[in-house]
Antibody
Framework: EVQLVESGGGLVQPGGSLRLSCAVS????????MTWVRQAPGKGLEWVAN????????YYVDSVRGRFTISRNNAKNSLYLQMSSLRAGDTAVYYC???????????????????WGQGTLVTVSS | DIQMTQSPSSLSASVGDRVTITCRAS??????LNWYQQKPGKAPKLLIF???RLQSGVPSRFSGSGSGTDFTLTISSLQPEDFATYYC?????????FGGGTKVEI
């Protein structure tokens, strides 16, 4: 059974830092791109960052680039999000998500989010 | 970045109704379009990937169509468990984006 379990959320002051972790099981972690998606209270979904299996490619939404760093440890089956210079606008539930790629010839290369963690709440407030 | 616009932002429907939600991209995303369902307090769930392909385990009353910039999610006969918020998402660009969501209410 595929499982993704986030941890590390909590209350942090503006300008502070926090590190989120995601422990995965039930699949070969080192074969998959992974993603962080967040959702502010009462708002929609926002993609935050994603990372290639070998960490050679990383992408970030403009609003977090330079402040957040996505990383992974394939030996520990873990995904991370280091967040710094936190702002009130970063308050959200943060989801760890697996990225799957279509292998059928008719949709080869199209990717989608097939497994999600339960989320961890980050609150930035003084 | 590619902007995704969903309409309507909310709708009211009854059990048994046919419901259609649209998603428009600011530029072509080919068939790189996915749909998710989210219930309150829960993580989103994948319904449709690559525009019209049904994720395993998802009921056949859900269907997707479209390509390029215009896409549709259809629920053929709304069931009580379908009352939720639905999001489209493009994966054409390395910078992924979601639509604003459509809340389906009773």
């Amino acid at each position: 059974e595929v499982q993704l379990v986030e941890s590390g959320g909590g209350l942090v002051q503006p300008g502070g830092s926090l590190r989120l972790s995601c422990a995965v099981s039930g699949f070969t972690f080192s074969n998959y791109w992974m993603t962080w998606v967040r959702q502010a209270p009462g708002k929609g979904l926002e993609w935050v960052a994603n990372i290639k299996p070998d960490e050679t490619e990383k992408y970030y939404v403009d609003s977090v680039r330079g402040r957040f760093t996505i990383s992974r440890n394939n030996a520990k089956n873990s995904l991370y999000l280091q967040m710094s210079s936190l702002r009130a606008g970063d308050t959200a539930v943060y989801y760890c998500v697996r990225v799957e790629y279509c292998l059928s010839t008719s949709c080869y290369g199209i990717n989608y989010f097939d497994y999600w963690g339960q989320g961890t709440l980050v609150t930035v407030s003084s | 970045d590619i902007q995704m616009t969903q309409s309507p932002s909310s709708l009211s429907a009854s059990v048994g109704d046919r419901v259609t939600i649209t998603c428009r991209a600011s530029q072509t995303v080919s068939s790189y379009l996915n749909w998710y369902q989210q219930k309150p307090g829960k993580a989103p769930k994948l319904l449709i990937f690559a525009a019209f392909r049904l994720q395993s385990g998802v009921p056949s009353r859900f269907s997707g169509s479209g390509s390029g910039t215009d896409f549709t999610l259809t629920i053929s006969s709304l069931q009580p468990e379908d009352f939720a918020t639905y999001y489209c998402q493009q994966s054409y660009s390395s910078f992924l984006t979601f639509g604003g969501g459509t809340k389906v209410e009773i």
